[in-house]
Every structure is written in structure tokens, then in C-alpha cells.
């Protein structure tokens, strides 16, 4: 796991309380919302301020594919390693 | 600009294009309506429940059914559950489009719609399970919907209305749908949940030289971060916020950015509006309701879109005039979350109905984002799953067992387990105990039940507390209390009765024997022997050793 992936869990775990969840019991490639953690969409809105404010990145809000970044930690990464 | 009125909307038109993409012509829809009108007389269908995001889609189903003089359930989701527990009374589920299109059939002619007859069944946006069905007439819809357009209608204009809010509620039925439809302001059909989103579509608008007006939640309002075009944004008509309150700095946050504040809505499913406001903390009743308080304080409300004469609210109130208030928050356990209703009663009843639950009381915390948090009191066997299986494991079971009560939203994140709930002499829950178990971390230490000894001789009985720290280490499905915890426990209890050498120098004959479980009751000895600077430490469960080993210290005496 590279430390990219393993922040982006960390701030996933202390950004939504999650407490009973641990970086381990996130997959790389599984969605974020929906099934799985149980995340809802209030935590996308979360996630997204959080992400911003701990890389110091923008999200371009013109982009359509907003969506599409915070799809799984693999996305997240990818999108994070590119605003950087 | 015309209005026409909500029981005239298949008789009379609008010219102009309704919606988009998509494009909705009111010509089209009263042709539609009234074709899935004479499908649904046609199948003799009396009820049916609409889950449709798409509002245009919505403005087809909804006039089609009214004409038919079919009622209309509006779910607030379509799980297997909701469905289930409509059945008896719902002929159709319908979530999607081309099941409207399978009821074609030729048209019912055009005609007013019923004003009188309970045609609208609302429900609450609660997250348990139970949500409270409300029966409306057109009447009472249309009431209020000629309130709105009094107030604000005048200074809308031609304003495109776009919304975050889904149209299954009253607050996302009445303002993002009926009311543009009734007044022939084009409307956006899906709902933008994301301040990107909506981005986009105020750019659409300002780009064609289009006024346009927000219908959102405070859940949006509050997270609308700095990498929106705020200068651009600032050309929206008018903001407008319900389902909740909006948190005090958000609103002045927003009203820095937009140059304009923010128009709060207050009212419920059960009384359709019954006050604005623009900043501060005074609500100014709508035009048509009054107000009174309740012997218990809270708010009771009058208005033309009641069902009853008054509506009894469990909101508390201090009344200023007749036209305006201050709240001052419900007088039950029930709390909103993110604009979603959560009875904790009902959600503690049914985590008692789990077989692992002795008793269980719940909280809203705040840990990032607020949520449910649940304090609760294992049963025995409870407590067997906790000890074999480990935390993980319980909670994800009653996390798993409550998502059939309740949407996600309310399942609790967080969860303390203890020996027993605090309460008062009369038996009752101390709720601010309960708040603060809620927010402390999980223990690190043991519960010290006894001490006796004198000297450099202590003996102490210790409890294991549930919910250990430790016990989410290296083997979060076996819970253990660790070697290097029983070591450390052994000093710090240690140095609160005797005074020692406050340097860890080493250990010896370290000896681990029998593992200690949540819960577990161990005796821990200990003696110092002050020539030799070496401290003795034993655990034992019912004299059976458990570990024991020297602690070797150096250093001056703490």
C-alpha cells in the first residue's frame, strides 16, 4: 500500500468516525459508497471538504467527473497524485 | 407571467417549455397525464406508491394518478421493507418511467382535479422504520402553494429552480416541483446533490442571462466548499433552505459569500410551512397560520393547509408577537440528523430486540460529522460473542441487525459497551452520563473493584472492562488482553500505592499462562523489595496464574 492509499484511509477513518473500521478492512478498488463501509452521501460531501483541505488541492466543480474521483481509494489516489 | 392553479393543471397551459433534457412541454404532459389516467381507471387501481427522482417524471405520475382520482403514496425510499409495509393498501409500485408507460392507454378527457379528497400520501423523512404516513388533500397543497407565490413570487420572476432536495418530501414536492409547475417557472428534473452539481447548472443559467433559485438542504448548505465560483454563484436569486436548521456560522458564511442571506423554511410534513426567516434567530410566521403555545411549551400551529384545526408540534417555543417566535428545541427523543428524523426510542427498542442486548440508550455525537452513537449493556450472551469474537465482529451484527429498522444514516458509528447504563435514584437514564460514555475514548485501564495491603504488600481486584482499548489489536477477532498491558498495569497500579523508584530498568521470569478475556474478574499481587529495587506482579483468575514476572526499577523514588 503506498502512503498516498494509506492516508486517504486514515482521513476516511478520523473525517466519518469510523471507528470500528481499520485501513485494512478498506479495499483499493471497492466503492467507497453505497454497500461495503456504509457510507452515505453526506459522507461524500464530507470526504470531498476533508480531501480538499488535507492535500490542499481544488476539485475543479466545472469537471463532470467529480463523481468518478471518489469512486473507490484507487481513484481517490490517482485524482490526489494528479492535483499534487 | 401566469399561474395556474394546482386543480386546473390539466385544463389550462403553460406556453412555455417546463423543463429540460428531457424537454417538458406542458402540452405534453397534460396529453401523458391523462393517457396514464385512463390506464390506471382502465386497471381499476386505487393506490400506488411513486419513487421517481426525475420531477418531470413525477408532475406526469402525480397528475395522471390525481385525475384517475387515484391515491399517491410518496415513500421516501423503495427498499424491499418500504414495500412490504405498504402492500396491503399500495395496488403498484412504480420507480421508474416506463412503467408509467405501460399503463398508456386512451386518454381520460381533461377536468379539474379533486380538491377534497385525500389524494396525497406523505411521508415522513424519518430514518426508522415506522415513518408516519399523512394524508393531504389538493386543497391543503394548494393553499400553501399560493402562500409561497405571495411571498416570494413577485421577485422570482422567470427564476429557473434547481435543488439538491429530492421531490419524495414535502418540502422538495412543494418547492422544487409544484410550485415552479404552478407557476410556470422552468425547473430542473433531477435533484443535484453536490454543490458541483449545482454549479454546473447555475452556469447554464448564467450563461442564457437566466435568474435562477436554490432549493436545498442545510446537509448541502453547510459543506459548499472554496473551490466553488462564489463570485459567480452570488447571481442566485434566492437561496433557499429547509428540512432542518441551518447551523448558525454556516448561514453567515453563505451570506458573505452570496451577498445575500439565506431563506430558512421551517415546518414538517405534518403542517407543510409555517415560518421563514433570513438570518437571526426569529421566525416569522407565513401569512394565513397562527400560533400558540402548548401548556407543555411547545409550538401548536393553525393554518388553511392543516388536515385538523391545530397541529400540535413537540418543537419548544417562546413566542415573541403573534407573527414570530424563537425555537428552542424538541421536547421528545427525537433528533434530526442531517434533515432526517430519528426517534432513539425506536431505535433503542430495536437493539433491545437483539439477543445480545440487555439494554441499549443512544445519542447524537459529534466525530468529524454527527452521528448516532450507542451505549449498551450486554447480555450473557452478549457477552460470550464479545469474548470469542471480538468487537469488530458484535457490532457489525448489530449494526446489521438495526439496518432492518432504519436507513444507514441512523446506524450508529460509534459504540461504547458497559456493565450498566447510569441512572438516577428513581431508575431513571441520566442522559448527560450517557453523553459523556459516549464521547470519552475507550478505557485503558481495569476497573479496580478492591485493594488491600499495606507497605510494599498490596493485593487489588480488578475487573476487565468490555470495551478495552487493547482489545482492537493484533487480534481484533480474539480479544486478549496483551502481555505488555498486564506488565504496564502492574506498574502504574504499583506506583498509586507505594512509593517507587520511578525508572523501568528490565524485566525477569516473565510468565504468561492463561489468557484474560473481556470482562474477566483477576486478582493482582504485588510486593516490592526495596534491597533489591524489584517489583513481584501475579494476576490470577480463581487462583489459577494468569502471569506473573519481576519489574527491575532504578532511579530516585517518585
Not at chain 2, 385525475?67 to 399517491?72: D, I, T
Not at chain 2, 422567470?158 to 414535502?170: E, L, N, W
Not at chain 2, 454543490?195 to 448541502?220: D, G, K, N, T, Y
Not at chain 2, 428513581?426 to 459516549?438: C, N, P, T
Request: aromatic share 8%.
Amino acid at each position: 500500500m503506498s502512503d498516498l492509499h494509506l492516508d486517504l484511509k486514515n482521513l476516511i477513518i478520523d473525517a466519518l468516525g469510523l471507528e470500528d473500521i481499520s485501513v485494512d478492512d478498506i479495499d483499493n478498488d471497492a466503492p467507497l459508497f453505497g454497500e461495503g463501509l456504509g457510507l452515505d452521501s453526506v459522507d461524500a460531501l464530507e470526504l470531498g471538504l476533508a480531501v480538499q483541505k488535507h492535500f490542499s488541492i481544488k476539485i475543479d466543480a466545472d469537471s463532470k467527473d467529480v463523481r468518478q474521483h471518489f469512486a473507490s481509494i484507487n481513484a481517490l489516489a490517482n485524482f490526489v497524485a494528479s492535483k499534487q | 407571467m401566469s399561474w395556474i392553479d394546482l386543480q386546473d393543471l390539466l385544463l389550462q397551459q403553460h406556453t412555455h417549455t417546463l423543463a429540460g433534457s428531457p424537454e417538458l412541454q406542458h402540452a405534453d404532459l397534460i396529453e401523458q397525464s391523462l393517457r396514464f389516467a385512463g390506464g390506471l381507471k382502465q386497471r381499476n387501481i386505487k393506490c400506488i406508491a411513486l419513487y421517481l427522482l426525475d420531477a418531470g417524471d413525477l408532475a406526469l405520475a402525480l397528475l395522471g394518478a390525481w385525475r384517475a382520482g387515484v391515491q399517491v403514496i410518496l415513500p421516501g425510499d423503495m427498499q424491499a421493507q418500504t414495500q412490504q409495509r405498504l402492500s396491503a393498501q399500495v395496488d403498484v409500485f412504480i420507480s421508474d418511467i416506463s412503467q408509467i408507460h405501460d399503463f398508456f392507454t386512451d386518454p381520460l378527457p381533461a377536468a379539474a382535479l379533486a380538491l377534497d379528497e385525500p389524494l396525497l400520501i406523505l411521508s415522513t423523512s424519518g430514518s426508522t422504520a415506522q415513518p408516519k404516513l399523512i394524508p393531504k388533500t389538493l386543497r391543503q397543497l394548494h393553499n400553501e402553494l399560493q402562500v409561497l407565490e405571495q411571498l416570494w413570487g413577485q421577485s422570482l420572476q422567470q427564476a429557473v429552480f434547481m435543488g439538491s432536495v429530492i421531490t419524495q418530501h414535502i418540502y422538495g414536492l412543494l418547492f422544487r416541483l409544484l410550485w415552479p409547475l404552478c407557476a410556470g417557472r422552468y425547473f430542473i428534473r433531477q435533484h443535484l446533490p453536490f454543490a458541483e452539481e449545482l454549479q454546473q447548472h447555475s452556469m447554464v443559467c448564467i450563461a442564457q442571462q437566466r435568474p435562477f433559485v436554490w432549493l436545498c438542504s442545510p446537509a448541502l448548505l453547510k459543506r459548499m466548499g472554496s473551490n466553488l465560483d462564489w463570485p459567480q454563484l452570488a447571481k442566485v436569486a434566492q437561496v433557499f433552505s429547509s428540512g432542518g436548521a441551518l447551523p448558525e456560522k454556516s448561514g453567515l458564511d453563505l451570506t458573505e459569500k452570496l451577498k445575500q442571506s439565506v431563506t430558512e423554511v421551517y415546518g414538517s410534513s405534518e403542517t407543510g410551512g409555517i415560518a421563514w426567516r433570513q438570518g437571526g434567530q426569529q421566525w416569522h410566521t407565513f401569512p394565513q397560520v397562527c400560533i400558540s403555545q402548548q401548556e407543555n411549551g411547545a409550538l401548536a400551529v393553525c393554518s388553511p393547509w392543516l388536515a385538523v384545526e391545530t397541529e400540535y408540534t413537540s418543537d419548544a417555543v417562546e413566542l415573541l408577537s403573534p407573527q414570530s417566535f424563537i425555537l428552542k428545541g424538541r421536547l421528545d427523543r427525537v433528533v434530526k440528523l442531517e434533515e432526517k428524523r430519528i426517534s432513539l426510542p425506536f431505535l433503542e427498542d430495536s437493539l433491545q430486540q437483539h439477543p445480545w442486548v440487555a439494554e441499549a440508550c443512544l445519542a447524537v455525537t459529534q466525530s468529524g460529522r454527527a452521528s448516532i452513537s450507542a451505549l449498551v449493556v450486554l447480555n450473557e450472551q452478549g457477552l460470550h460473542h464479545l469474548r470469542n469474537s471480538g468487537r469488530r465482529q458484535l457490532t457489525d451484527q448489530l449494526r446489521q441487525h438495526l439496518s432492518g429498522y432504519c436507513e444507514a444514516m441512523a446506524l450508529p458509528r460509534r459504540w461504547r459497551f458497559i456493565e450498566q447504563l447510569p441512572l438516577n435514584a428513581q431508575g431513571k437514564i441520566i442522559h448527560s452520563q450517557v453523553m459523556d460514555s459516549l464521547q470519552q475514548e475507550r478505557p485503558k485501564l481495569p476497573i479496580v473493584k478492591q485493594v488491600t495491603g499495606a507497605d510494599f504488600n498490596w493485593q487489588l481486584e480488578l475487573k476487565i472492562p468490555h470495551d478495552l482499548a487493547y482489545f482492537s489489536g493484533h487480534f481484533p477477532s480474539a480479544p486478549v488482553l496483551p502481555g505488555v498491558v498486564q506488565v504496564d498495569w502492574a506498574l502504574h497500579l504499583a506506583q498509586q500505592h507505594m512509593s517507587l523508584p520511578s525508572d523501568f530498568a528490565g524485566m525477569e521470569v516473565l510468565k504468561f499462562q492463561q489468557l484474560v478475556r473481556p470482562a474477566d474478574e483477576v486478582s493482582l499481587s504485588l510486593r516490592f523489595e526495596p534491597e533489591k529495587n524489584k517489583l513481584y506482579f501475579a494476576f490470577t483468575m480463581a487462583d489459577t496464574p494468569c502471569s506473573s514476572g519481576r519489574i527491575l526499577l532504578a532511579g530516585q523514588h517518585g
